[in-house]
Antibody, heavy 118, light 111 residues
Framework: EVQLVESGGGLVQPGGSLRLSCATSGFTFSAYWMSWVRQAPGKGLEWVANIKEDGSVKFYVDSVKGRFTISRDSAENSLYLQMNSLRAEDTALYYC???????????WGQGTLVTVSS | QSALTQPRSVSGSPGQSVTISCTGTSSDVGGYNYVSWYRHHPGKAPKLMIYDVSKRPSGVPDRFSGSKSGNTASLTISGLQAEDEADYYCCSYAGSYPLGVFGTGTKVTVL
């Protein structure tokens, strides 16, 4: 059974940093692109970042470029999102997802909440 | 990249059918056969219901079907059930843009 479990969310002040983790199991982690998707309160889904199977290619939505870094560790079967210079508008539920096709996430975690507030 | 346009809400009685539209442009929905649909119960993990416009993942009932015409994709839910009450999002590949583009989301209410 494919499982994705996010952790690392919490309350952080504007300008602060947070590192999200996503522990995966039930599939060959190194064979899939992975992604982070977020949902701000009362808003829709927004694709935040992608990372290739071997970590060599990464893409970001414009609003997080230069502040967020997606990474992965195949030995740990884990995905990460390092978030720096956080802003109030980054407040959201962050989901980890497996990319199963062209712009298609076939399995998702339940999310971890990030709140940026003073 | 702009979000795809979906109706804010649709509703139907149990057993009826509802259709959700997802309108984009020739650079996304209209240009590729890579539209997916997700069902999202608040607080839970989104679930893939349709991919590549009209394909159903294993385990998704055939009450769910997808189609596309021009720049608009559609999700139809037949035989509406209480568990179908949720938010639904479309998502499309957009060529040179490297991330998926989501729709604005539609709340489905079962009356």
């Amino acid at each position: 059974e494919v499982q994705l479990v996010e952790s690392g969310g919490g309350l952080v002040q504007p300008g602060g940093s947070l590192r999200l983790s996503c522990a995966t199991s039930g599939f060959t982690f190194s064979a899939y692109w992975m992604s982070w998707v977020r949902q701000a309160p009362g808003k829709g889904l927004e694709w935040v970042a992608n990372i290739k199977e071997d970590g060599s290619v990464k893409f970001y939505v414009d609003s997080v470029k230069g502040r967020f870094t997606i990474s992965r560790d195949s030995a740990e079967n884990s995905l990460y999102l390092q978030m720096n210079s956080l802003r109030a508008e980054d407040t959201a539920l962050y989901y980890c997802a497996r990319v199963g096709g062209m712009s298609t996430n076939d399995y998702w975690g339940q999310g971890t909440l990030v709140t940026v507030s003073s | 990249q702009s979000a795809l346009t979906q109706p804010r809400s649709v509703s139907g009685s149990p057993g009826q059918s509802v259709t959700i539209s997802c309108t984009g442009t020739s650079s996304d929905v209209g240009g590729y056969n890579y539209v997916s649909w997700y069902r999202h119960h608040p607080g839970k993990a989104p679930k893939l219901m349709i991919y590549d416009v009209s394909k159903r993942p294993s385990g998704v009932p055939d009450r769910f079907s997808g189609s596309k015409s021009g720049n608009t994709a559609s999700l139809t839910i037949s035989g509406l059930q209480a568990e179908d009450e949720a938010d639904y999002y479309c998502c499309s590949y957009a060529g040179s843009y490297p991330l998926g583009v989501f729709g604005t989301g539609t709340k489905v209410t079962v009356l």
